[in-house]
């Protein structure tokens, strides 16, 4: 196996996946993996930088209150499922 095969990651996934590593909840395998793709993908760099946006924004309207798992969960498995769609759809 090539070593930069382990970076090599989809754009779906990432965008899937930018979330976890803005709230800072993927292992450091996986951070250094979406890093290296933002680095090296322009159009997911910008999806990311909108999605810190936001982030951000939540953060400062909703005081830095924290959403229920279930439902952080259940709008993981949202975003996952629309990208996944895009992706099918041809969008992404």
Do not use: F
């Not at 290296?36 to 951000?56: F, M, N, P, Q, R």
């Amino acid at each position: 196996m090539n070593p930069r095969d382990e970076y090599e990651l989809d754009c779906s996934a990432v965008i899937a996946d930018v979330w976890l590593m803005l709230d800072g909840e993927c292992d450091t395998t996986t951070r250094e993996r979406l890093q290296h793709h933002l680095d090296t993908c322009g159009s997911c760099l910008e999806a990311y930088g909108i999605e810190e946006k936001v982030k951000s924004l939540l953060s400062r309207k909703c005081g830095g209150e924290r959403a229920p798992d279930t439902l952080r969960d259940r709008l993981k498995i949202e975003i996952r499922r629309t990208v996944v769609i895009q992706q099918l759809d041809g969008d992404v």
